[in-house]
């Protein structure tokens, strides 16, 4: 009689890792082109207020950032909004400065398409949005960003 | 002759564990966040001697005031946001040519020919030190909203498009809606009103 069985056990054959290596690396190549370095870490709370209508900024290189929130750490800086540039906080009277050195990092003809993008939390209030506003017209970059996030009409008045 | 030794293959395991390290460093060194907002153009600041007053009528100023408790005055009415982007409508399109709403002009534009457009409208917006800032967004956001919705209207209307799909700034399809409905949003200028700073 023939028998179907083979005498020793039968094991089962361990996957092969072989391919993982492959799949990582897609994952590695995935976020090396989708992300982004980020350029400073936050100092203040940011919840950026919804908006329905908002557009994507075109060239980051073109970008300046302003961050206007409380500070994080209220035992040191306090919990009045402050002004945040690059990784400090500054007073609004350097911001003009500030905003015409990144200037001159730029070549000639990317000048005027330069846009300050204000991200500043939903909670603060204009007072200082309004300063921050007015020393950049004073550095003249008029092209301002009003930083939000994607949100439903809802969302929108709940900002009120 | 000796037989060629086989090299021993390379053991491929720790490739993975490399590219993971790599993988983890790309992901706490980086952002996804592709920024989004509201772009606006602010005003040059004016000189204090030139500082005139433009000649602005009455029915070509739409007034949105925002106090410190993010209530809303439009037009001198106590108004809700929920009504705000209808009104602005209205107002920047003027329908039927009232007389209380802007003045139309005949202009000639490309694609459309002589267009009555409400060409010197302004949207007047003001607000208080102590409004906070997701209240001014929820109202820039609704005035945005009608312009690009009338923007829109007219780009389908006319191009069978939407208005956002000319990607081109400086596309003459864009231009021309853009000369029909210009954004005109003007932010007053900051008055201190509880005295100097």
Known sequence: MISFRSKEPKTVPGVSTASLPDIIFMLLMFFMVSTTMKQTSMMVHIRAPFATEIKKLEKKSLVTFVYVGIPQNTKMYGSLPRLQLNDAFQPIENLREFVEKERMDLSDDQRNKMTVSIKADKDIEMGIITDVKQELRKASALKVNYSAALGTQQAVFGNL | ?197
């Open chain 2, 1 to 197: 002759m000796r037989t060629k030794k086989k090299l021993p293959e390379i053991n491929a395991a720790p490739q993975a564990d490399v590219a993971f390290q790599i993988l983890i460093f790309f992901l706490i060194a980086t952002t996804m966040d592709t920024d989004k907002g509201l772009l606006r153009k602010l005003p040059p600041i004016a000189e204090k001697q030139e500082q005139k007053k433009e000649d602005v009528k009455e029915r070509n100023v739409f007034l949105v005031l925002v106090n410190r408790n993010n209530q809303l005055l439009v037009e001198n009415q106590i108004g809700n946001i929920n009504e705000l982007r209808a009104k602005a409508k209205e107002f920047i399109e003027n329908p039927y040519n009232a007389e209380d709403l802007p003045e139309k002009i005949k202009i000639e534009v490309p694609y459309f020919g002589e267009v009555a457009v409400t060409k010197y409208h302004v949207i007047s917006l003001q607000n208080d030190r102590g409004t906070s800032y997701g209240a001014y967004m929820a109202v820039q956001n609704e005035l945005t909203a009608a312009y690009n919705e009338l923007r829109n209207q007219l780009a389908e209307s006319k191009f069978n498009m939407k208005y956002d799909d000319f990607k081109d700034e400086d596309d003459p399809r864009r231009k021309a809606i853009d000369e029909i409905y210009p954004l005109r949003i003007s932010e007053a200028e900051p008055r201190n009103v509880g005295g100097a700073k």
